[in-house]
């Protein structure tokens, strides 16, 4: 059950004075109303129990507490007595000693005197109050009666309600600044205080958000929630900024404010000022990967330098339906700075780019690298980019080698292990070998026990023919065992030490 202990009750009892009747038992009754203190409210006077009868003529009065509500004025429009058959009258200053009311009373006066009577149930007159104060009134009714006929009459009453006490918002501080940049579905929280209802009403919560402080235009955002606190997307803040024509970098002032209400009327919260500035609210496309040239491929330009190098990448999607567009960077080291990016294609509508080895060469030598008769490790990757951020993908690598042949020179066929030259030897022999691809390449020599006793090469090598001088001072006579690994070729041979 409610309670209302803090609302008071405005009576208005009727006397009925003077009545003129063929037969019936009519009623007076008036209306009720709930009303917040200033308000002004209107209470119906009607007439009720007719029943198929007719009156000719009617006098009435009621008492009111003035320190309580204030008569405003009177309507007879859309009622059942005509406007000129009327009297009406307030005498002010009644005594409280009739009774009727605890506290101070004014009085009305009213009459009818009809020369068409009257034979149908409806509003006599309308009564226009202003509620001056909350404070609790008694209820009463009276009924009179005239001659051996009951006459009733029931007092109206005017709920008086205290409404919710006003809150503020606490979250985000009053006059601090907002930066609205990062995912669309990231969160900007509104937090206040809870309201209290003096009459334990429910208490609901309206919050609004507005380009100007007095709120004389529509509010930009509002929400309704019985909480006490709402959540705004960055994307609805976004699109607010935007609609107001800020741009990204730019700051604009908004307000907001909360307004607490139950059942019967609203009480408007202080005013919070915040800056907002607009960022970037966005979410990022996929990644686009290297898938060609695999990663850490050998390329050989020897001969081939016009042969297609065409790097590719998996697809990139984008949540936000943005078109998507590619850059393919390539780079002498994997940090990708702006001293060791060699070149950057941009715009890329597709997941390829279609370029040649003599390309790369060309950029090579625009970047001070030479790789005659030898080779380097370059680095490439795919960016990603919906017009507003840019994604990186991971980099990959590819080995670039290129071998320069004097004239009449064949690059090797196959690769070969040759016998080491002399053998056996005292202290000094020559290993020679032919790599037909570049390959990682490793010459290592062991004992007749297996353990290594020497590493002559270790490192990438282009396609062709080498010699490398062993010098085994340092070794014991004996059968000594020289291994050569070039990527899946395996060759092993024996050479004998003299000393």
């Known amino acids: ?29 008036m209306s009720s109303a709930t009303a917040n203190v200033s308000d002004e409210v209107i209470i119906n006077v009607n007439l009720t129990g007719i029943n198929g009868q007719s009156f000719s003529s009617l006098t009435y009065w009621a008492y009111y507490d003035s320190t309580k509500v204030n008569l405003l004025g009177f309507d007879f429009s859309n009622t059942i007595i005509p406007n000129n058959q009327l009297r009406f009258s307030e005498n002010f200053n009644e005594s409280s000693s009739l009774g009727i009311l605890n506290g101070p009373c004014k009085k009305i006066n009213f009459g009818f005197f009809a020369t068409n009577s009257i034979s149908s149930e409806g509003t006599l007159v309308k009564l226009r109050f202003k509620v001056l104060a909350s404070e609790t009134s008694q209820i009463n009714r009276y009924y009179f009666a005239l001659g051996d006929i009951a006459i009733g009459s029931s007092g109206g009453q005017i709920l008086v309600n205290s409404l919710p006490s006003a809150t503020s918002i606490l979250i985000p501080v009053n006059n601090s600044g907002i930066l609205v940049e990062g995912l669309p579905t990231e969160i900007l929280s509104f937090n206040w205080g809870r309201s209290v209802d003096p009459n ?24 309704q929630t019985t909480s006490t606190n709402v959540r705004f997307s960055y994307k609805t803040i976004d699109d607010l900024l935007n609609s107001l024509g800020v741009s990204v970098g730019q ?22 000022t915040f800056n907002f500035t607009r960022g970037v609210v966005n979410t990022p496309p996929t990644s686009a990967e290297i898938t060609a040239p695999s990663d850490g491929s050998d390329l050989d330009i020897n001969g081939f330098q016009f042969a297609p190098f065409v790097p590719r990448w998996t697809e990139s ?85 290129r071998i320069i042949l004097d004239i009449g020179e064949v690059l090797p066929a196959s690769f070969k292990l040759n016998q080491n030259y002399p053998n056996p030897f005292n202290p000094i022999t020559t290993i020679n070998y032919q790599i037909a691809e570049s390959r990682i390449v490793r010459l290592m020599v062991y004992n007749a026990l297996g353990s290594e006793v020497a590493t002559l090469v270790n490192g990438r090598q282009a396609a062709g023919s080498y010699n490398v001088s062993f010098d085994a001072s340092l070794l014991s006579t004996g059968i000594y065992i020289y291994r050569l690994e070039a990527g899946s070729f395996v060759y092993v041979r024996k050479m004998t030490l003299i000393r």
Do not use: C
């Open 251 to 272: 700051t604009r002032t908004l307000f907001a404010r909360v307004r607490s209400s139950d059942a019967f009327g609203t009480t408007t919260g202080a005013l919070s």
């Open 1 to 29: 059950m409610r309670t209302i202990s803090n609302r008071f009750f405005v009576l208005i009892v009727f006397l009925i004075g003077e009545i003129s009747v063929v037969e019936a038992q009519p009623r007076i009754v």
């Open 200 to 223: 334990f009403d429910a208490i609901s919560y309206q919050v609004e958000l507005a380009a100007v402080a007095s709120f004389s235009s529509s509010s930009l955002l509002s929400i």
């Open 317 to 401: 999607t984008d949540a936000d339906g943005d078109n998507v567009s590619y850059n393919w960077q390539l780079s002498s080291n994997p940090d990708f700075n702006e001293s060791t990016i060699l070149v950057e294609y941009p715009a890329l509508v597709d997941e390829q780019i279609n370029l040649s080895l003599d390309d790369i060469l060309n950029v090579l030598e625009e970047g001070g690298i030479v790789i005659d008769n030898s080779s380097v490790t370059l680095y490439h990757r795919a960016q990603a980019t919906d017009g507003k951020v840019l994604v990186n993908g991971i980099s990959k690598t590819f080995i670039l080698s």
